[in-house]
């Protein structure tokens, strides 16, 4: 219709189809005209004003409810399988941008031959990180040889889809020292030093790292769980490793993702995160059962994302963008901040909220916004 | 030129346009201000990748929004 068409300028989306979708069903175009305008104006009254303190009333909109959270995070087990961190200290550690983050989880979503449930189990165990400790059976030194046997296991190889060939080639890639041999028809890897004269303890230190030695599936996936969410199968994992995830053919590359911001902002960008951080908060606040604005955490993570680069909450994040040397200092470590500024000769320019009520001015905020705005001199 | 790379989808990932002269100058003109002004956007972001910028491109971003529907949103590219 034409006259929706004029007001798309005027009024986000979602309000013009939800005016379309209860329209009575014989409106003429004048009355049309009329409720249009009539929700426009309504529009504009809700519309946060210039110079309104959106943040203030954000912090405090979040702050409140967070207060309610803390009592009943401590203990939150038992849920499903894997010990997810919610509540507080995730919140924290969102809003915080922490490099490491306590549990770290990537939800897989599969192509659609694979979602339906046959052979999960079998897919979500080839993800996992798998060491040579878990094929073994028995390791034995021969002390008077310098030999080592290690015996395996035949029917874990198996159920991976290895061969005890496979496993001693790459044996012999990761330990370079050593000669490995596997004894015919035997699931048994006899083990030399390649150089005549070597010393007991290394062999023994050999026993150890050996186990350690990284056979097959991802690095980083500790441990995997295959769930049915819907109608449709998909993997939940702890631990994560997107990059390489991403790179397996049978996965749905457009839904997968972790609860590692950091990873999202290296492989799907700036905007990927803001959406992420929107997303992750949610899920906490949704979990405690906690209702707060949507816009106040939009403007949480457009803050964190302003800069191009994912910035935290704190002193070492967006406090360390500010422009100004007092609104620095007034946040944490004042003397380190006045001290650095006096040796660069930094200026402040006064422009912002905290350094004018140092100085006990008007801040430009609400009403106090105009006069900077038409400059009155 | 760099070789072209293929656009990185996901579902996290809003459409990215790089605006030209014209509807940049619109834009700055607009709201009387600079391309430094603007939200930034790495130049090595995977988001655009594809799009072979430059330093102080404009990039709109539009997004779906869970309060209005659609949003759209600029961001100036800077260097590393």
Redesign the interface.
Known sequence: MKLFKEFEDKL??????EVKANLPDKCSESRTRKILEAVYKEYKSSVADPGENVGLVGAESIGEPGTQMTLNTFHFAGVSEMNVTTGLPRLIEILDARKTIKTEITEIFLKKPYNEGKDIKEIAESLKETLFRSFLKEISINIASLQMTIELDEQKIKNAKLTPIKITKILEKSVKSFKFQLEKDKPIINVKSSSKDIALNEIYKLKESIKDIFVTGIKGIKQVLPVKRGSEFMIVTAGTNLKEILKLDFID???T?SNNLYE?E???????VR??IM?EVMKVLDAQGIDID??HI?LVS?TM?????LLGINRYGIVKEKPSVLARASFETPIKHIINASLRGEVDSLNSVIENVMLNQPIPVGTGLPGLVTKVK | MAKKKEQ???????E?VKLNEKEKKALLEKYNIEVKDL????ST????SHLDVEEKDVIK?I?K???????TFY?GV?NE
């Open positions: 986000p989306e979602n309000i013009l189809e590359t457009c839904r993702t999202i290296k492989l799907f960008g700036i905007e990927a959406q992420a997303n949507m816009r939009m457009d994302c302003m800069s191009g680069r | 990185v989808e996901h579902l996290l990932i809003p990215h939200p930034k956007i790495l972001d995977s988001a655009i971003i997004r929004s869970s309060t209005a529907g659609t949003s961001r800077i």
